[in-house]
């Protein structure tokens, strides 16, 4: 496809349910990264991968979320045990290589109820 | 500890008034600040990176300058598709995003 391509668009959960964001990056594109944006605020760093390698899982909030990225192209973002705050935007991007000119996709509204 | 800031949080300019949006940076090492556009619903979309002070990028009514303490995104006559959210990035071996401005344009 032409762009980064992210499912399901929303997602409605219940607390305390597990659930995974898929993202589709450009074809070709070495980087992959996730970024979590809260209402009326800026996107927040989760993780990065090079390929399939995790580089930087610095910004996961807790050992409830994990990525995952095991043949280098498609990528899932899986959240244990949902809480209210876990509610956000979550924003995938890819890049050619590294943080030059991220691409995003238009990201995965979760709502935790 | 690294830190973007970007003033004013909200801006409403009447079409054709020209304006600048300020983003100030206290990081470690910086490796590249970078200037996106976002609607809403939508991802940030690229708009300029810049490496060193004194740098300049332009695209259409859009100007991106660099200092060693802030940048600037300068608006020139805009038009009402300007509105979006303007988000800044610094680089620090992670992409730090400030909050953004949010502009409205007005006929």
């Known amino acids: 496809g032409a762009g980064v391509s992210q499912s399901p668009r929303y997602k409605v959960a219940k607390r305390g349910q597990d659930v995974a964001l898929r993202c589709d990056p450009i074809s070709g594109h070495v980087s992959l990264f996730w970024y979590q944006q809260a209402l009326g605020q800026g996107p927040e760093f989760l993780t990065y991968f090079q390929n399939e390698a995790q580089l930087d899982k610095s910004g996961l909030p807790s050992d409830r979320f994990f990525a995952e990225r095991p043949e280098g192209s498609v990528s899932t973002l899986k959240i244990q045990r949902t809480q209210q705050e876990d509610s956000a935007v979550y924003l995938c991007?890819?890049?050619?290589?590294?943080?030059?000119?991220?691409?995003f996709g238009s990201g995965t509204q979760l709502s935790v109820l | 500890e690294d830190q973007v800031t970007q003033s004013p949080e909200a801006l409403r300019l009447q079409e054709g008034e020209s304006s600048s949006l300020n983003c100030s940076y206290t990081?470690?090492?910086?490796?590249?600040l970078f200037w996106y556009r976002q609607d809403p619903g939508k991802g940030p979309e690229f708009l300029f990176t810049?490496?060193?002070a004194g740098e300049e990028k332009e695209k259409e009514r859009l100007k991106a300058t660099l200092t060693k303490k802030e940048s600037f995104l300068h608006i020139t006559a805009p038009k009402p598709e300007d509105s979006a959210t303007y988000l800044c990035?610094?680089?620090?071996?992670?992409?730090?995003f400030g909050t953004g401005t949010r502009l409205q344009v007005f006929p």
């Open positions: 990081v470690s090492g910086l490796r590249g």
């Open positions: 810049l490496y060193s």
């Open positions: 990035a610094v680089n620090t071996d992670k992409l730090i």
């Open positions: 991007a890819s890049s050619y290589r590294g943080f030059e000119k991220l691409l």
